[in-house]
């Protein structure tokens, strides 16, 4: 289209429009199917602003609908529609509101600044200061919010309850054998190594198990005057020389099942059997076929490991809250998702200096032997009382480091702060030592955003006091000044 037919068209509208206002008639765009057309005057009257389903099911639609059985959606009016924020008031009625029985007290800036008016005033950007009634700045402490503002910001408050605070100390450390299950062999006496049984480190015996066959020649004269001594016809029926022979044999440490079979036989072995003092773990063999054995040389070394140790490290602050015979849990990172029980036996009299941390000793039952020594572990000591005690959610604690506060929920949108004495933490609760009763409703979520609303209306009522107080002084000082000598 060229420019001739473009402004030949603009003229025709014009002139359109023209006529329109001469005759007093609107021009309205035609309906279609795809075009809502809102008119004021129909919203006055009541007219629908949308349709629902008549099941009051969440299915809605903006133009006349039918279900699938043919019945009609419902509609909805303007009056009808439901809204969480306060109703706005004409300007009637808030100049009613204001000349009645509410009074203004002051206006508030519309972005929440510090800064009031004693008139209505408007602020850089052409908005409105709000006005404040008297009774919405209340001076016992709480504050009050819309059901809107409530119900936007997810205000959720529950009962201070007593509950039962399990509070876990968390500790890492090892596992280590039990320094009391451990058992070395050794020599008593010059010996030689004649044979050593099928056992190696790491493998597990009995108790009574043979373990080498040893040759000695202290042991063999010693078991030969036992064997004098019980044979004799002079001394045999004494008793005290028997028990003499016996003892030296016990003293060189020859196994009980030797002296017995020496005793049985009534022969001098020329090699003895030493056989295990304990059930358990071979943790070292230095025993070699054909060695010489000194006095106090260590052949094998036992441990039993039915019962493990597990060492960790406690931090300096939770030392005041364990005890010993405390349970506690240890979770090896061996085996996920299995724990071990045990309890606290010794809690060693030392801080490391470096770490802060005192270690703790665990006894842990180990039946199957699936611990083994330096096994890492993580350790949880359960340090709760049994006792139930009041306790509100950690969340509903406004804490600003020399106080602690929480705020309860009134009822009909008024909060009130309560300073309050806190004690154990555990599960998410804290417990409340005062300044709480059993059933008061406390915040849990959105307090700070109400604490926030709290400190803002109250500098504002500062602002207003600390106006009103100087508007008061000009005054008076331009009445003294125009008082006459």
Same mark, same amino acid.
């Given at each position: 289209?060229?420019?001739?037919?473009?402004?030949?068209?603009?003229?025709?509208?014009?002139?359109?429009?023209?006529?329109?206002?001469?005759?007093?008639?609107?021009?309205?765009?035609?309906?279609?199917?795809?075009?809502?057309?809102?008119?004021?005057?129909?919203?006055?009257?009541?007219?629908?602003?949308?349709?629902?389903?008549?099941?009051?099911?969440?299915?809605?639609?903006?133009?006349?609908?039918?279900?699938?059985?043919?019945? #009609?959606?419902?509609?909805?009016?303007?009056?009808? #529609?439901?809204?969480?924020?306060?109703?706005?008031?004409?300007?009637?009625?808030?100049?009613?509101?204001?000349?009645?029985?509410?009074?203004?007290?002051?206006?508030?800036?519309?972005?929440?600044?510090?800064?009031?008016?004693?008139?209505?005033?408007?602020?850089?950007?052409?908005?409105?200061?709000?006005?404040?009634?008297?009774?919405?700045?209340?001076?016992?402490?709480?504050?009050?919010?819309?059901?809107?503002?409530?119900?936007?910001?997810?205000?959720?408050?529950?009962?201070?309850?007593?509950?039962?605070?399990?509070?876990?100390?968390?500790?890492?450390?090892?596992?280590?054998?039990?320094?009391?299950?451990?058992?070395?062999?050794?020599?008593?006496?010059?010996?030689?190594?004649?044979?050593?049984?099928?056992?190696?480190?790491?493998?597990?015996?009995?108790?009574?198990?043979?373990?080498?066959?040893?040759?000695?020649?202290?042991?063999?004269?010693?078991?030969?005057?036992?064997?004098?001594?019980?044979?004799?016809?002079?001394?045999?029926?004494?008793?005290?020389?028997?028990?003499?022979?016996?003892?030296?044999?016990?003293?060189?440490?020859?196994?009980?099942?030797?002296?017995?079979?020496?005793?049985?036989?009534?022969?001098?072995?020329?090699?003895?059997?030493?056989?295990? +003092?304990?059930?358990?773990?071979?943790?070292?063999?230095?025993?070699?076929?054909?060695?010489?054995?000194?006095?106090?040389?260590?052949?094998?070394?036992?441990?039993?490991?039915?019962?493990?140790?597990?060492?960790? #490290?406690?931090?300096?602050?939770?030392?005041?809250?364990?005890?010993?015979?405390?349970?506690?849990?240890?979770?090896?990172?061996?085996?996920?998702?299995?724990?071990?029980?045990?309890?606290?036996?010794?809690?060693?009299?030392?801080? *490391?200096?470096?770490?802060?941390?005192?270690?703790?000793?665990?006894? &842990? +039952? *180990?039946?199957?032997?699936?611990?083994?020594?330096?096994?890492?572990?993580?350790?949880?000591?359960?340090?709760?009382?049994?006792?139930?005690?009041?306790?509100?959610?950690?969340?509903?604690?406004?804490?600003?480091?020399?106080?602690?506060?929480? &705020?309860?929920?009134?009822?009909?949108?008024?909060?009130?702060?309560?300073?309050?004495?806190?004690?154990?933490?555990?599960?998410?609760?804290?417990?409340?030592?005062?300044?709480?009763?059993?059933?008061?409703?406390?915040?849990?979520?959105? *307090?700070? &955003?109400?604490?926030?609303?709290?400190?803002?209306?109250?500098?504002?009522?500062?602002?207003?006091?600390?106006?009103?107080?100087?508007?008061?002084? &000009?005054?008076?000082?331009?009445?003294?000044?125009?008082?006459?000598?």
């Amino acid at each position: 289209m060229n420019r001739l037919g473009l402004a030949g068209t603009a003229v025709v509208i014009v002139a359109a429009v023209g006529a329109a206002f001469i005759t007093g008639r609107e021009l309205r765009p035609p309906l279609t199917g795809n075009s809502v057309v809102l008119d004021a005057h129909a919203a006055e009257a009541g007219a629908p602003i949308y349709f629902q389903d008549p099941d009051g099911k969440p299915f809605y639609s903006l133009t006349p609908k039918k279900t699938v059985d043919g019945r #009609d959606y419902r509609a909805v009016p303007a009056g009808a #529609d439901v809204s969480f924020d306060e109703p706005e008031q004409p300007a009637g009625m808030k100049a009613a509101d204001a000349k009645g029985d509410r009074k203004i007290k002051y206006y508030r800036n519309p972005m929440g600044l510090p800064d009031t008016s004693q008139v209505p005033k408007k602020d850089s950007m052409g908005m409105d200061y709000i006005p404040v009634y008297e009774g919405d700045d209340s001076d016992d402490g709480s504050v009050k919010l819309s059901p809107g503002k409530i119900q936007r910001t997810g205000v959720k408050s529950e009962p201070a309850e007593p509950r039962q605070i399990r509070t876990l100390v968390r500790a890492p450390g090892t596992i280590q054998l039990d320094e009391r299950r451990i058992t070395v062999i050794a020599m008593r006496a010059d010996s030689y190594v004649q044979k050593v049984a099928d056992v190696t480190t790491g493998s597990r015996v009995a108790k009574g198990q043979p373990l080498m066959e040893i040759y000695s020649p202290a042991i063999s004269s010693a078991a030969a005057e036992y064997l004098a001594t019980i044979t004799s016809k002079t001394t045999s029926s004494i008793e005290t020389y028997g028990r003499g022979s016996r003892q030296r044999l016990m003293n060189l440490d020859v196994p009980e099942s030797a002296i017995a079979e020496i005793e049985k036989s009534r022969a001098v072995p020329i090699t003895v059997h030493w056989s295990a +003092p304990r059930e358990g773990i071979v943790l070292q063999r230095k025993a070699i076929e054909g060695m010489r054995a000194q006095p106090g040389d260590v052949l094998f070394r036992i441990a039993d490991v039915s019962l493990a140790w597990g060492i960790v #490290d406690v931090a300096e602050r939770d030392l005041g809250s364990i005890v010993v015979g405390q349970p506690v849990t240890v979770r090896v990172r061996s085996y996920p998702g299995r724990q071990f029980d045990g309890r606290i036996s010794i809690i060693y009299p030392q801080v *490391n200096k470096e770490t802060r941390t005192a270690r703790v000793r665990i006894e &842990l +039952p *180990n039946a199957d032997f699936a611990l083994l020594p330096d096994m890492y572990v993580d350790a949880e000591i359960d340090t709760g009382n049994q006792a139930p005690v009041l306790a509100v959610a950690e969340s509903s604690v406004l804490d600003t480091g020399s106080r602690q506060a929480v &705020l309860v929920d009134k009822g009909q949108g008024r909060f009130e702060p309560r300073e309050v004495k806190l004690g154990r933490r555990g599960d998410g609760y804290v417990e409340i030592r005062n300044g709480l009763a059993k059933g008061d409703s406390i915040v849990t979520s959105a *307090n700070f &955003l109400i604490d926030a609303e709290s400190n803002l209306k109250a500098a504002l009522k500062g602002f207003a006091e600390a106006g009103s107080s100087q508007s008061a002084d &000009l005054s008076g000082g331009e009445q003294m000044v125009g008082a006459k000598p």
